[in-house]
């Protein structure tokens, strides 16, 4: 997975001119070497500015962050800190920024050796708001060396989010499918987080997926495909289509990627797509979202961006499911109740046609799109990866504008259920809990679309950092029972 950046976070110390200086030379010194002993030791730079006292040495340390390469910064109160230079150091230092401080060591030596660094994150705070200034501050910012190296790691996968949106392009085709308005959100805000869009038509796309017809690299593509599918390849007869249509998307990814350094793409796969290609997209999506490059699905542009910001924090594949169906009442008493603690309102089933990568299926099989072939020939709609997603803990979110153009979002914890659904599509039986109640008092309450973008674990902690670093200032959640939503009746 490529299509994302490397954090190098500068760790710079500081020091107000009144405290002992070696305070925060020693502190510095002790968290680095406790972050080295922990994590990634790559991942971190000791800026050699002995300590920023003053905007000089501000501008100094600036100037080396920059020549090392380092895209993340690190503000490291040794002691109460200069709040005029350190905040400063923020609002030069181009890259995510993040503050933590020093904890007292001992009893024995608060006389001399107290730095008052628990006093210094107040002014701190305080002047970068004066100044309009974002930057990380972690829940409780003041602790030992290896404390804040915690705090250091914590903030690598938010900064890598910020990052990587600062960077990044989506590329859509086509506008969204007739009946899917709940897909079409203003692009204003895409603008707003540093994010570029490139809208094209589907026209756009199959002049240049006919331009791939022959394509020398189309076998290997094929074989490669073939080896992933095992026994699960049921239609092998529109693999090579799938093949030219995926190397088409990465030609143009490659071709119009521009100045960006990463790409999402939100595609079209309907009405007219399956009539005129021959086939459906769902397969190659699937691969493309494997390798870091989510591609969603209905041209959901918000969902695209959703899953890159997914993919970036989680460093791992993500997918973008509907929110889709109720579980069986008879389902649910027989494979859920007394197994799970989880009632009846707490589950859902998480659905799309076949999107969803082969690393998080149970089991899969190339199929046909079920919905599709309603109306139309079976063999207009092969190219869907279907199967249950395999059981564990998830991250249902979403990033989305409103009618408006005002940016919110939302995060929910829970598991897929070993549970077989017994159904088509990449699916699986989701618990989160008190769903219900999160459904109707934020997702249909705030308007969200029946899209949410999934991630393969519990990352609600960094989401939530990522987004208001961002500038969202909406973030709901499932509030736990007892916690009323504004719009809850307290008498229901």
Known sequence: MNNMPKVKLGIVAVSRDCFPESLSVNRRKALVEAYKAKYDASEIYECPICIVESEIHMLQAVEDLKKEGCNALCVYLGNFGPEIAETLLVKHFDGPAMLCAAAEESQNDLMDGRGDAYCGVLNASYNLKLRNLKAYIPEYPVGTAEECADMIHEFIP???????????????????????????????????????????????????????????????????????????????????????????????????????????????????????????????????????????????????????????????????????????????????????????????????????????????????????????????????????????????????????????????????????????????????????????????????PHHGAVAFGHYGKALFEVFKYLGVEEVCYNQPKGVLYKSENPFA
């Open 158 to 448: 938010i900064a890598k989010a910020v990052i990587a949106v600062r960077n990044l392009k989506i590329i859509s085709f086509g506008p969204r499918p007739l009946n899917f308005l709940a897909c079409n959100a203003p692009i204003k805000q895409l603008y707003n987080l540093g994010v570029e869009i490139e809208e094209n038509s589907e026209l756009d796309l199959f002049e240049a997926y006919n331009n791939h017809e022959g394509d020398e690299r189309i076998p290997a593509v094929v074989a490669d495909m073939e080896a992933e599918l095992g026994e699960g390849n049921k239609r092998p007869e529109v693999l090579a289509k799938l093949a030219q249509y995926e190397l088409t998307l990465l030609d143009w990814v490659e071709a119009h990627k521009g100045s960006r350094k990463y790409v999402a793409i939100a595609g079209k796969c309907w009405p007219a797509f399956q009539t005129q290609f021959k086939f459906v997209p769902c397969y190659v999506n699937s691969r493309l979202t494997s390798r870091g490059i989510p591609v969603s699905c209905e041209v959901d542009i918000y969902g695209a961006l959703s899953e890159f910001i997914g993919t970036v924090v989680s460093n791992d594949v993500v997918t973008l499911l509907d929110i889709n169906n109720s579980v069986p009442a008879d389902m649910y008493k027989e494979s859920i109740e007394g197994k799970y603690p989880y009632t009846h309102k707490d589950t859902f089933m998480g659905f799309h046609c076949g999107n969803t990568s082969s690393k998080k299926l149970a089991f899969c099989e190339m199929r046909y799109q079920k919905i599709m072939a309603r109306s139309l020939p079976i063999e207009c709609t092969n190219g869907t990866l279907e199967g249950d997603i395999a059981p564990g803990d998830i991250t249902f979110f979403r990033l989305q504008s409103t009618a408006d153009a005002q940016i919110r979002a939302y995060i929910a914890q829970g598991e897929v259920l070993n549970v077989r659904t017994k159904s088509f599509g990449a699916i699986g039986v989701f618990a989160i809990p008190e769903m219900g109640r999160f459904y109707r008092h934020v997702l249909i309450e705030r308007n969200y």
